[in-house]
Nanobody
């Protein structure tokens, strides 16, 4: 499966952005999906995940209450709604598809820059 993230940009602290990740080449609802980010000079970190059926979501503590992950299987797309953005959310955000507990497929990232 191929993944392509989009929706990044330059925003101010407190603003919102919605990232999208479109999948192709596979059966979308075979996969759990996740978002990860990598800030300059830091390791990649987990941000959010959603189960195959969309009923279960996971968020890292630093984004709980601000970010929401969702999926639209009709559009083969997973979303990351990011509200109340902070400067420390600045990173390259990537999506990934999980099969049997492992993220096998990764998309190119989209850059999110939050200014103060």
């Amino acid at each position: 499966v191929q993944l392509q993230a989009s929706g990044g940009g330059l925003v101010q602290a407190g603003d919102s952005l919605r990232l999208s990740c479109a999948a192709s080449g596979g059966t979308f609802n075979d996969y759990g999906l996740g978002w990860f980010r990598q800030a300059p000079g830091k390791d990649r970190e987990f941000v959010a995940a959603i189960s195959r059926n969309g009923y279960t979501t996971y968020l890292t503590d630093s984004v709980k209450g601000r970010f929401t992950i969702s999926r639209d299987d009709a559009k083969n797309t997973v979303y990351l709604q990011m509200d109340s953005l902070k400067v420390e959310d600045t990173a390259i955000y990537s999506c990934a598809a999980r099969l049997r507990g492992t993220y096998h497929y990764w998309g190119q990232g989209t850059l999110v820059t939050v200014s103060s």
